[in-house]
């Protein structure tokens, strides 16, 4: 058990973290960064976890200490509407961090600008310029004059929230230049020995392919890549942060290392829980947290107004991102399994699910196929022959909303 004088206090806030201070508020992902770097240097890689794990501050941490035979930039698609607006703005990102040469940036700026121009007034679809280089041809050479720009060292391309900008063009009637992106994307991969790749975002890329699929899509994109999970914290190192954050924040504990391994646990040991939780608890002003009453927490944050955690967002991105037809057999899945924290085997959870007025006739085929989509999603694992919730935290929220409702 630590005491107070074990932790350094921090007075953490959700989107505090960038590369200048990484090293000092992302804790308990150095073993990660280091394989992620060690991976790197032969593979590229998928950042794997669900949203609010982690994933964008373990690329910060990692672009906080770059490895010397590494350069590397970290591009967030989210904000692009098209393939134009992403290549611009990757060349501006490149250039800013003297990745590219300045002429190329020239030509690159140019481009765009009269990409943007003949577009402007157009339909939104598939992207198609006369007279001026095609996207995809122009998207291979801002990658490879990145790596000619950077001789005897791995061009490390980090690009966050790839799967949400190509859903964006999916839904924005484009699909095909979404499988342009990841067919050139790969061919790069191929032709470029010294050339890295790393995938990362809050949306799955397999629900992209799922619903580029639809269009005919068959290649496998991402196959000559590593996945790479960002688990919960270690049991100690989310104490340890927990602790830090109850002394930033100036709560006043019983116990401060008891509070910590309570509230450590009961968020889950993520990190972004438990500075959610801290927060909460901080504006309770609360005389004494006890450990118990830390271990609560959680389910206070359940109920609070705005739902600060965006618990909903579980329930909610199913219809965004599922067929319609599956929709509520997988939230039948899920409220079956919210109420049996150990998990269930198949059998009984097919029989479970049957016994549900919407899904009396549900095949258990259908119910393999949701167990594998929800399992990819983050929502759930097998165990020793059990399915169950990945994250307690998020069982115990869901079992709360719909599990325990006679639905």
């Known amino acids: 058990m630590k005491d107070q004088a074990d932790f350094a206090p921090l007075d953490l806030g959700i989107a505090a973290i960038d590369t200048a ?5 992302v804790i308990g992902r150095d073993s990660l960064v280091s394989r992620m770097w060690e991976e790197l240097r032969v593979n590229s890689i998928q950042l794997l976890a669900e949203r609010r794990m982690g994933k964008t501050c373990v690329m910060k941490l990692a672009l906080a200490s770059p490895p010397e035979w590494a350069k590397t930039l970290l591009f967030d698609a989210q904000g692009h509407a098209s393939p134009i607006e992403f290549i611009g703005a990757l060349n501006k990102a490149l250039h800013a961090e003297g990745l590219i040469p300045n002429q190329w940036y020239e030509r690159a700026y140019d481009w765009t600008r009269r990409c943007l121009q003949r577009l402007a007034g157009q339909s939104v679809g598939p992207v198609s310029i006369p007279e001026l280089d095609s996207w995809p041809s122009f998207l291979e050479d801002t990658c490879r004059k990145f790596v ?7 061009s490390v391309l980090m690009i966050d929230e790839l799967p949400f900008f190509l859903d964006k063009l999916v839904k924005r009637e484009a699909a095909q230049d979404a499988i342009r992106f990841l067919d050139v994307f790969r061919a790069l991969r191929h032709s470029l020995p010294s050339f890295r790749l790393l995938y990362c975002g809050s949306l799955g890329l397999h629900i992209v392919l799922q619903s580029l699929r639809e269009f005919g899509y068959t290649g496998r994109p991402v196959n000559d890549m590593l996945s790479l999970d960002v ?4 049991p100690e190192d989310a104490r340890y942060l ?3 954050v109850l002394l930033g924040k100036r709560i006043v504990c019983s116990d401060v290392g008891a509070v910590a391994e309570s509230l450590a646990e009961a968020c889950s040991y993520v990190p972004f829980y438990i500075i959610h939780a801290a927060t909460w608890m901080r504006a309770q002003g609360h005389p004494q947290w006890t450990p118990d009453q830390a271990r609560d927490v959680p389910k206070r944050l359940f109920e609070a107004a705005g739902d600060p955690a965006e618990f909903a967002y579980y329930n909610q991105r199913l219809d965004q991102y599922y067929p319609e037809g599956v929709v509520e057999k997988a939230r039948a899945v899920l409220d079956v399994l919210s109420r049996e924290p150990r998990g269930l085997a198949f059998d009984d959870l097919v029989n479970l699910v049957r016994h ?6 549900v095949d258990a085929g259908e119910v393999r196929k949701i167990l594998d989509d929800l399992r990819d999603d983050h929502y759930i694992v097998p165990v020793d022959g059990l399915w169950r919730f990945k994250l307690e935290i998020v069982r115990q929220w869901w079992f709360e909303n719909r599990g325990k409702l006679a639905l």
Do not use: D, W
């Not at 688990?231 to 270690?234: E, Q």
């Open 242 to 244: 927990a602790g830090c």
């Open 356 to 361: 549900r007025p919407k899904t009396l006739e």
């Open 148 to 154: 000619e720009h950077c001789p005897g060292a791995n």
């Open 231 to 234: 688990p919960p914290l270690s």
């Open 21 to 25: 201070n990484a090293k000092r508020l």
